[in-house]
Antibody, heavy 119, light 107 residues
Framework: EVQLVESGGGLVQPGGSLRLSCEAS????????MSWVRQAPGKGLEWVAN????????NYVDSVKGRFTISRDNAKNSLYLQMNSLRAEDTAVYYC????????????WGQGTLVTVSS | SYELTQPPSVSVSPGQTAIITCSGD??????TCWYQQKPGQSPVLVIY???KRPSGIPERFSGSNSGNTATLTISGTQAMDDADYFC??????????FGGGTKLTVL
């Protein structure tokens, strides 16, 4: 069974940094775009960033540009999100998800990891 | 930036039909997907390419998309369908966009 497992969340002070990881198993990781999505407490889903299969193309939501960096290591079946200059409004559960082909939707999601930015 | 608008809440009685809408400029020209999310759980894909159901999703879930509105219809709604539902689409300038979500209450 395909699994995506996130890790790296926790409590961090404003201005601090965290690196999230997402490890994939039982899936052809390297053949898919991957995304990070976040959900603030009691709020909706917000797409954060995605990365092409080979890592050569990346996209970010405006609110994280210049602060967050998405990357991947296909040899390790792993996706990463480096988060710098964290703000209170970045507090959320962060999910990694596998993007399907055009229009196919995202069929696999991790369980999420909570990031809390607070002093 | 591109936006998708959903009603915050929809209520339905068990066995009745629930209709959840998602509105966006020329949304009918884009593929729309729908996700179900229950408290404390990750989202689950229930509709893709506007109308298709992934394997394992009950037939009572259906979708349509035309003009500026995509619709998720749940026929014969069951108590287990009580959840939040999010629509999703791709925009070339905004990238991935989610609707604000609709809380479906099965009374």
């Amino acid at each position: 069974e395909v699994q995506l497992v996130e890790s790296g969340g926790g409590l961090v002070q404003p201005g601090g940094s965290l690196r999230l990881s997402c490890e994939a198993s039982a899936v052809t990781f390297s053949s898919y775009w991957m995304s990070w999505v976040r959900q603030a407490p009691g709020k909706g889903l917000e797409w954060v960033a995605n990365i092409k299969e080979d890592g050569r193309e990346k996209n970010y939501v405006d609110s994280v540009k210049g602060r967050f960096t998405i990357s991947r290591d296909n040899a390790k079946n792993s996706l990463y999100l480096q988060m710098n200059s964290l703000r209170a409004e970045d507090t959320a559960v962060y999910y990694c998800a596998r993007e399907g082909n055009t229009g196919d939707g995202w069929d696999y999601w991790g369980q999420g990891t909570l990031v809390t930015v607070s002093s | 930036s591109y936006e998708l608008t959903q009603p915050p809440s929809v209520s339905v009685s068990p066995g009745q039909t629930a209709i959840i809408t998602c509105s966006g400029d020329k949304l009918g020209e884009r593929y729309t997907c729908w996700y179900q999310q229950k408290p404390g759980q990750s989202p689950v894909l229930v509709i893709y390419q506007d109308t298709k159901r992934p394997s394992g999703i009950p037939e009572r879930f259906s979708g349509s998309n035309s003009g500026n509105t995509a619709t998720l219809t749940i026929s014969g709604t069951q108590a287990m369908d009580d959840a939040d539902y999010f629509c999703q689409a791709w925009d070339s300038s905004t990238a991935w966009v989610f609707g604000g979500g609709t809380k479906l209450t099965v009374l």
